[in-house]
């Protein structure tokens, strides 16, 4: 049977190192202030909304909430983004997306400063993951699949990683960092031929590639590691992208869906938040 990586053990560690750094920055008063801009009330956003507020609560951040209608009109969202990037209070900003249509995200995400980009919504944020050096921080999820090996006990140094999926938002980025912690990576997706094969080589699979049970028992083999960030909603049930009840009987470990990388997730968007916060304060002191 295999050890199941959940998300709660390594998000309660992570709150507690970040509840004491953010006590030192307050001793030196300053308060690590995300702002976080939701459009309309789509559900998934507002579950978000709540679940990064409530982690910001805990560790004592603060968080401004800032809510438009869906029909906002893009310029107006603008302004608003450029007045956070010029607000010394704001730390870090989370803008929800997708966004409506008739807005052109790109040109909306390009607005903020990478320096407040703490979930890579920019081209210098990503320029960033793949220079290894820059302003700006990964994307959150990709992170959190990085938190969970490392946190885990997992060796990554000269390990076999295959990613299922290419998105900006996972897929490459998660490849990059994987190479950057010296692991030997092959980066795959749906259209990819001899996929199961390829998996069974792994020493390390993250899956993120949307599409519910891809991974089968076919894709593993014993002592294998399974990040699964696919959250797939048929109604009633989510899913991840690996055949839980398939899989976690050969495997050495795996994340379950739902309760595994999500939570995570929220802790590394706060635990860049912070990062952002003592970076701001060591640059007022010179």
């Given amino acids: 049977m295999a050890e199941i990586l959940k998300g709660a053990p390594v998000a309660k560690a992570m709150a507690e190192e970040l509840a004491a750094r953010i006590q ?3 001793e030196r008063g300053i308060t690590p202030k995300l702002a976080i801009i939701r459009l309309g009330s789509n559900p998934d956003d507002i579950y978000y909304e ?3 507020t409530r982690f910001c609560e805990r560790v004592g951040a603060e968080v401004k909430s800032i809510v438009y209608p869906a029909d906002c009109e893009e310029t107006r969202l603008i302004r608003r983004i450029k007045r956070i990037n ?3 209070s704001i730390h870090g900003c989370l803008l929800l997306r997708p966004l409506p249509k008739h807005i052109n995200e790109f040109r909306v995400s390009e607005a903020l400063c990478p320096e407040k980009d703490i979930d890579c919504l920019t081209v210098g944020s990503l320029g960033s993951v793949f220079a290894g050096k820059g302003a700006g921080f990964p994307p959150c ?3 959190a699949v990085m938190e969970m090996l490392q946190r885990s006990g997992f060796e990554i140094q000269g390990k076999s990683a295959v990613v299922i999926g290419r998105s900006l938002v996972v897929g490459r980025p998660v490849a990059i960092m994987l190479q950057q912690e010296n692991a ?3 980066m795959c997706h749906s259209k990819t031929e001899d996929l199961a094969e390829i998996c069974r080589r792994a020493d390390i699979i993250v899956s993120a590639a949307g599409q519910p049970r891809i991974v089968t028992k076919d894709f593993v ?3 294998q590691v399974i990040i699964d960030v696919g959250i797939n909603s048929n109604g009633n049930y989510i899913s991840g992208d690996a055949d839980f009840d398939e899989v976690e009987p050969i495997v050495a470990a795996i994340t379950p869906v739902p309760g595994g990388i999500g939570v995570v997730t929220t802790a590394t968007l706060v635990k860049h938040l912070v990062d952002s916060a003592e970076s701001f304060s060591t640059k007022s002191k010179q």
């Fill in 24 to 26: 030192k920055l307050k």
């Fill in 50 to 52: 709540k679940s990064a």
């Fill in 86 to 88: 010029n607000d010394d």
């Fill in 141 to 143: 999820t990709a992170q």
């Fill in 184 to 186: 030997t990576v092959t």
């Fill in 221 to 223: 083999r014993e002592g």
